[in-house]
């Protein structure tokens, strides 16, 4: 594992040993290292992140000649330990049992593109819960890929874990709910959704992962990537980023991943932590991540700081004592090696004076006639409804409001069910007024409603059972 960024950096350590360390040498180090990290898959932010920090430590500095490799070793391991120590720390296990002592199960959000091991990754999860006697349910709300839904189910079969699952096409949201649902009426430790795989520019389908997450509220949202796509996987871990904010992420196949830079990179851009790695076939190949093992896999084992010296720290000699500094280079076995490199000043710009802006004057504003106004806020036309389900692209939540807020009880009949999902439509499209404000655009009956009601209780036509019965809940 991470041999060519190991490589990488083994090779700058040796280089700095090698030269005399001027800053025309240091420089010329830098990029060699630059383009080796580059071949890695590091981000250019982490690569100008451990140049900068290495050339801080190397300015200034005296160190033994046989001392600087393990210096050079040292600042770098220094500077990638930092970057993981700036992310947070997550203990998903214990959180977990933390919740479930107050009765309430723990919910993880799954993203990521088609083809990252996604699924099989909550399938490994699923199993870590279990060996850490932790309950599960899995949510299929994968509700578009091919096979998906009984892909999912054959590992909930294998480790008995209950799968929530509805019929292809179904909004994920609604299944990711039901799982909810489940996990807290049957007091079930912990939620895995596994939502669709989409790429990171399909603005529409990552939308749908934002409405699952309004919908669920999950306390984890974690990020599967690919260790072996490399700089694709810093690319769309940068992009779910900016559309969710996940928390921390999953890499999978890191067993076979040679280069290594995925893991630096999606941490110094996100500023979240490496979870666990995905190591094998295997349901128990998931690992949690672990700082001193890649550490250590990069640079071998801690050694400690050589004795360095600064510029600035050191002590002027006393007045009564005299130094030969012949005779103390040749008392040491090896000569000291002083990097001196002074940094180039910076041009002083001075700033240019800002042209005045004279204040435009503010055009007159003539007041528009009471008849106008009732004009704009005449309603809007709903567009008519179509297809089997009339309630298509209306969320639960204005169902919900609108029933409250006009005391609507759920429908009988499809005749009903369409009505009602028109009235909700024309409510929305007005901007979802209180019923003061709505009251003529809403509540006005139609002629059949008007004939009905004179209607005698033996004349009504007898009310259909409707398909939309699940609405009643």
Known sequence: MFDKLRNAFSSAVKSFGEKELKEKDIDEVLFELEIALLESDVATEVIDMIKSDLKKQLIGTTVQKDKINEFVKHSLRQSISNMFDATPK??????IKNKKERGEPYIISFMGINGTGKTTTIAKFANLLRENKLSAVIAAADTYRAGAIEQISEHGKRLNVKVIAQNYGSDPAAVSRDAVLYAKSHKVDCVLIDTAGRMQTSKNLMDQISKINKVVNPDLKLFVGDSLAGNDTVSQAREFHNYTKFDGAILTKSDADARGGAAISIVKITSTPILYLGVGQEY?????????????????????????????????????????VKEKVSMTKEPAVEIKVEPKPEPK?????????EPKP????????????????KAKPVEEIQGDDPFAGITTKDIEKYSDLYDVPPPESDEEARKLASKIKQWIANGRPKPTEEKDVIEEETDEETEEKEMSEDEKPKKKHSMFGWLKK
Do not use: H
Not at 90 to 95: A, C, M, R
Not at 287 to 302: N, R, T, W
Not at 349 to 357: A, H, L, M, R, T
């Open 90 to 95: 997550i203990d998903v296990l214990s959180n």
């Open 349 to 357: 710009i001075e700033p240019k004076p800002e042209p005045k802006i």
């Open 284 to 324: 128990k190949d998931l690992k949690p991540f672990d700082k001193d093992s890649f550490l250590e896999s990069l640079f071998g084992a801690q050694e400690p700081l050589p004795e360095i010296q600064t510029q600035q720290n050191e002590k002027p000699p006393k007045q009564t004592e005299v130094i030969d």
């Open 362 to 377: 503010e055009p007159k504003i003539e007041p528009k006639i009471k008849q106008e106004v009732k004009q704009e806020v």
